[in-house]
């Protein structure tokens, strides 16, 4: 398998893709360009490296392999003929959504490239986020499944035998679950608010033929706290994972479980979130030579937003440097 083992102690990286900020929801969307916009701001006041990354060159067959071309197709003439919508009312369409969703594939699958060279951890900053996207149907806020992609482009480019998806945002991450829940080459794992949108996620959901036992849901009910949060990490997720033996940990970084959330119901402290950064990056260190890749989904308090993902990232430079 192609790369190096990342040499601890080297900063995160930010990738992003300018097109990213043109997908513009009418007015009172939760999901807006200002989210990643601060983000990005944040991350560079912080002395982060942010890169704008160009186009991917293997964007469109990543996502092929993926989503039905006729999905991609559709999607593509709804944009062309000005249609306000695509699928739900969840899903806006403006001039610049098709861009956008190109550019998150793009910025997801060249992080994935970096993380294989041997780059470190490195989080997509991405929008418009990708977890509930179905191989035909967008949901959620979501168009293409920017987590997805970069796991099957590590299979199918890079030769990963195994590759783990870990989902901590409030909303479970059906699309995903469901691109990959009869392949045993791709863990789902994912903690998050049950019952709550999208309606899966269940403990029960494990998987069916030869992916049976390849999707772990900890499922939590509204107003779990960091405790809980903890709790489940430990005695479910962590274990699978281990279990697993991935060559690369994928993350779906959202942020929604903080407490002030306006779209989440979870107690989440801004401490118990930056501070799985460390646990991501020492996991990562044990299983995966420190292949770790994150992939921005949700989060929508636009004024904590920013300090959540700068101070995780801190956290993940701060747990993959070699101890003392």
Do not use: K
């Not at 197709?73 to 699928?87: M, P, T």
């Not at 293409?144 to 901590?168: K, M, P, S, W």
């Not at 990490?233 to 994928?250: G, N």
């Not at 989060?299 to 937003?305: H, I, K, R, T």
């Amino acid at each position: 398998m192609a790369g190096r083992r990342y040499h601890p102690g080297a900063m995160v990286r930010v990738l992003t893709h300018p097109a990213c900020l043109e997908h513009r929801p009418p007015p009172g969307y939760p999901e807006r360009p200002e989210r990643l916009a601060g983000i990005l701001r944040a991350a560079r006041a912080a002395g982060l490296e942010v890169e704008e990354v160009a186009d991917h060159p293997a964007a469109r067959g990543a996502v092929e392999a993926v989503h039905d071309a006729a999905y991609v197709e559709r999607f593509r003439r709804a944009v062309e003929r000005g249609d306000g919508l695509l699928d739900s009312a969840d899903n806006p369409l403006s001039a610049g959504t098709w861009p956008a969703a190109w550019g998150a594939v793009s910025a997801a699958l060249t992080a994935a490239d970096r993380v294989m060279r041997g780059d470190g951890p490195t989080l997509a900053a991405v929008r418009p986020p990708g977890h509930h996207a179905e191989r035909a149907t967008a949901m959620g806020f979501c168009y293409f499944n920017n987590a997805a992609v970069a796991a099957q482009h590590l299979l199918d480019t890079h030769g990963c035998e195994r590759v783990a998806i870990y989902d901590f945002d409030v909303h479970h991450g059906n699309g995903t679950q469901h691109l990959f829940e009869d392949r045993p080459d791709v863990l789902y794992a994912s903690i998050h608010q049950f019952p709550y949108y999208p309606g899966t996620g269940a403990e029960g959901e494990r998987g069916w033929g030869d992916g049976e036992g390849a999707t772990v849901n900890a499922p939590l009910p509204a107003g779990a706290g960091d405790d809980a949060w903890q709790g489940a990490w430990e005695r479910v997720i962590e274990p699978a994972l281990e279990r697993f033996a991935p060559r690369v940990l994928v993350v779906s970084a959202g942020y929604d479980a903080w407490r002030e959330d306006p779209l989440g119901g979870m107690r989440l402290s801004h401490q118990a979130i930056a501070g799985w950064g460390r646990q991501l990056a020492a996991l990562a260190g044990r299983l995966c030579a420190g292949r770790l890749l994150l992939t921005l989904e949700g989060g929508y308090d636009l004024e904590a937003l920013p300090g959540l993902v700068v101070d995780q990232l801190r956290a993940i430079a701060a747990g993959a440097e070699p101890p003392a």
